[in-house]
């Protein structure tokens, strides 16, 4: 069974950092894209990051590109994401996700509970 955890949420102030981690199980994790996706109070989900597999190749959301740093260890089975410089529109519940950046909303890639970003200002 496929098992996503996010983990690193929480209540900051504008400028501040976040690290959020998702522990993956129940798959070859190594093989897989991984994607961070998010979705604010009254809006749809919005992409932010996705890292592929073997090369590690990374892409951004404009919105995020320069403040937000994607990573993987595989050897820990374990995607991140470094949030500098938060912004008050950061805000939102943060997904990982076992997709590519093009299928970041298909309903069925498998995605975690979510943990919660609020950033003040």
């Known amino acids: 069974e496929v098992q996503l955890v996010e983990s690193g949420g929480g209540s900051v102030q504008t400028g501040e950092s976040l690290r959020l981690s998702c522990a993956a199980s129940?798959?070859?994790?190594?093989?897989?894209?991984m994607t961070w996706v998010r979705q604010a109070p009254g809006k749809g989900l919005e992409w932010v990051s996705t890292?592929?597999?073997?090369?590690?190749?990374?892409s951004y959301a404009h919105s995020v590109k320069g403040r937000f740093t994607i990573s993987r260890d595989d050897a820990e089975n374990t995607l991140y994401l470094q949030m500098d410089t938060l912004k008050p529109e950061d805000t939102a519940e943060y997904y990982c996700?076992?997709?590519?950046?093009?299928?970041?909303?298909?309903?069925?890639?498998?995605r975690g509970q979510g943990t919660q970003v609020t950033v003040s200002s």
């Open positions: 129940g798959f070859t994790f190594s093989y897989f894209d």
């Open positions: 996700a076992r997709t590519t950046r093009a299928n970041f909303a298909s309903p069925s890639a498998p």
């Open positions: 890292i592929t597999a073997g090369t590690k190749f990374t």
